[in-house]
């Protein structure tokens, strides 16, 4: 769909794999004995995806993918939002779309056949709170610049791109399209999602960069690969040289907004326990970017991601269960 004169008048779209979680306890034994990479994002064909999924009892079963988790928690936060990612014409797919209306987010992507089915993502949480993914893409996989709707992205003062989606070429061809769309006020946001995804892509992340982006989420190990350098400080400098805003966060030790003209660092809160981190990089990228839309500061705008964050890994699933909002209170 062409692009035409828009009001900018939601705060956030995002554009990424449209999945439904399947989320489970498992042991560190466990990841092992199925050949997983712990920690990682790991693509699965449709069989393997069926065989994972037998293996687990117990489960939990949310909507989700990266980028409509970022856009759930800038709802959550009071926030409008948007998103771009192809379900197909079956049971799941029903349930993300319901779950997006629901949640008051525009999600009018044109649905895939039934026999190209929607995308899951089977998670396993160790007792470390750790997850590992094994996600089998389906009809998101199958994204085209056709599908992109450039008047609801012409909308959107934030587009925020997912790494993840890089991967195929036709999807990677629709996140380029999508982002020539952005009009004047607007700006582009990119995750690099998952340092093997950094490592198949380094060199066309850093021309989509050059290209689009005005703000990059990354965490510590993501960086550091992008730039191929095994030192922080020396991929801070090289973020600075190359990006309007960078945001990097570091696990416990909080993270650090990075602008040309400097660094603003942010504690981490102490966490009382972590359940599962599912959804933790999501939702820090959900208050920054609520808050950048807003006009905050970037102090406002990293205590918004560290807030976001800590309730999510505070149970399972990559959802707030507390209205952000409210546990924001004034700040935002």
């Known amino acids: ?45 449709a069989a393997r995806s069926a065989e994972l999924y037998e293996l687990v009892g117990e489960r939990v079963t949310v909507s989700g993918g990266s980028a409509a988790n970022t856009v759930i928690g800038v709802s959550s936060l009071g926030g409008t939002s948007g998103y771009v990612g192809r379900v197909a014409d079956d049971e799941l797919g029903d349930i993300f779309s319901s779950d997006m209306q629901r949640l008051g987010i525009v999600h009018a992507t044109p649905r895939a056949p039934a026999n190209d089915p929607t995308g899951r993502c089977i998670i ?27 008047d609801l992205v012409a909308r959107a003062k934030l587009l925020f791109l997912e790494g993840y989606l890089w991967d195929p070429p036709e999807a990677k061809a629709a996140m380029r399209y999508a982002a020539s769309g952005v009009g004047p006020e607007g700006r582009v946001a990119l995750t690099l999602s998952d340092q093997f995804c950094v490592e198949r892509h380094r060199a066309s992340f850093l021309d989509l960069i050059n290209d689009h982006v005005d703000v990059l989420f990354a965490n510590n190990h993501e960086v550091m690969s992008l730039f191929d350098v095994d030192d922080l400080d020396r991929a801070i400098e090289m973020a600075q040289a190359l990006v309007g805003l960078t945001v990097v966060t570091m696990g416990g030790e909080g993270s650090v907004l990075i602008t040309p003209e400097g660094l603003t660092r942010i504690a981490a809160d102490p966490v009382v326990r972590v359940v599962d981190k599912t959804g933790a990089g999501d939702l820090y990228a959900a208050g920054v970017l609520y808050g950048l839309a807003r006009g905050y500061d970037l102090q406002r705008c990293g205590r918004l991601g560290s807030l976001a964050a800590e309730e999510v890994i505070g149970h399972v699933g990559p959802r707030p269960e507390t209205s952000l909002r409210d546990l924001a209170g004034p700040l935002a």
């Open 1 to 45: 769909m062409a692009a035409s004169e828009s009001k900018v008048d939601i705060d956030v779209v995002g554009f990424g794999n449209a999945l439904v979680d399947v989320l489970s306890y498992q042991e560190d034994a466990f990841i092992e004995r199925i050949g997983a990479t712990k920690g990682a994002m790991n693509l699965v064909d």
């Open 124 to 150: 396993f949480i160790t007792p470390d709170g750790e997850r590992t993914l094994n996600t089998f893409l389906g009809a998101s996989n199958g994204l085209c610049s056709s599908d992109v709707d450039l």
